[in-house]
């Protein structure tokens, strides 16, 4: 059981291009999250879904889309890539409520420049 | 949006000591869960334990332990007969019993547990 699966796992970007970090999970939960970690930060609420087409903004939703097309897949598209941007990505999924816990990819740690 | 607050950025406990990391929230509602996830250097979180505010009892889970202060709105991690395994970044979350936010987790800024020989 693979779980949550994030790729890349590394990444340098240059300030002004686009990228998409994927997100894939294979439990079958209909919620799920992207979060960004910076240093002394936590971790904070980017976009998250509660099914297959249903979206919505989380705290820090600027610069960055989604979508969810299927309920496998939470890609995560970075336009016009800022260094504010620098950070490390976590993609995370749950059964609905999520109250037993969130299952979390390793991350992406991505630096622009 | 609920703040969840860790007053201790760092904290050092020796092997086969007890160590507690505090947490604190703001909330205005009654029911909730609240969460311990450990973070090693591989980047992975790892929940620790989890919390239902319903509940009175304390959670336990192995060596780990919270004492839940519901009035006080104080969830803190006990960590017993402390391994270098356990050095890490925890943090404390908080996840509404609604739906906003999807039923996201609200994060602390976390702590960093050093564990020396």
């Known amino acids: 059981n693979a779980g949550v699966t994030q790729t890349p796992k590394f990444r340098i970007l240059k300030i002004g291009q686009s990228m998409t970090l994927q997100c894939t999970q294979d439990?079958?939960?209909?919620?799920m999250y992207w979060y960004r970690q910076d240093p002394g930060m936590g971790l904070k609420l980017i976009y998250y879904?509660?099914?297959?087409?249903?979206?919505d903004k989380g705290e820090v939703p600027n610069g960055y889309n989604v979508s969810r097309s299927t309920t496998e897949d939470f890609p995560l598209r970075l336009e016009l890539a800022a260094p504010s941007q620098t950070s490390v990505y976590f993609c995370?999924?749950?059964?609905?409520?999520?109250?037993?816990?969130?299952?979390f990819g390793s991350g992406t740690r991505l630096t622009v420049v | 949006a609920q703040t969840v607050t860790q007053s201790q950025p760092e904290m050092s406990v020796q092997e086969a000591e007890t160590v507690t990391l505090s947490c604190t929230y703001d909330?205005?509602?009654?029911?909730?869960?609240l969460f311990w996830y450990k973070q090693p250097p591989s980047r992975q979180m790892i929940l620790v334990i989890r919390?239902?505010?319903?509940?009175?009892q304390n959670a336990t889970e192995n060596r780990f332990s919270v004492n839940f202060q519901k009035a006080a709105k104080s969830f803190s991690l006990k960590i017993s007969d402390s391994q270098l395994g356990d050095a890490a970044m925890y943090f404390c979350?908080?996840?509404?019993?609604?739906?906003?936010?999807?039923?996201?987790?609200?994060f602390g800024k976390g702590t960093s547990l050093l564990v020396t020989p």
């Open positions: 995370a999924s749950s059964y609905p409520g999520g109250a037993y816990g969130y299952t």
């Open positions: 439990m079958n939960h209909n919620y």
């Open positions: 879904s509660v099914g297959a087409g249903i979206t």
């Open positions: 909330t205005s509602e009654s029911d909730y869960y």
């Open positions: 919390q239902e505010a319903y509940k009175q």
């Open positions: 979350a908080y996840r509404s019993a609604g739906t906003n936010s999807g039923y996201a987790l609200n």
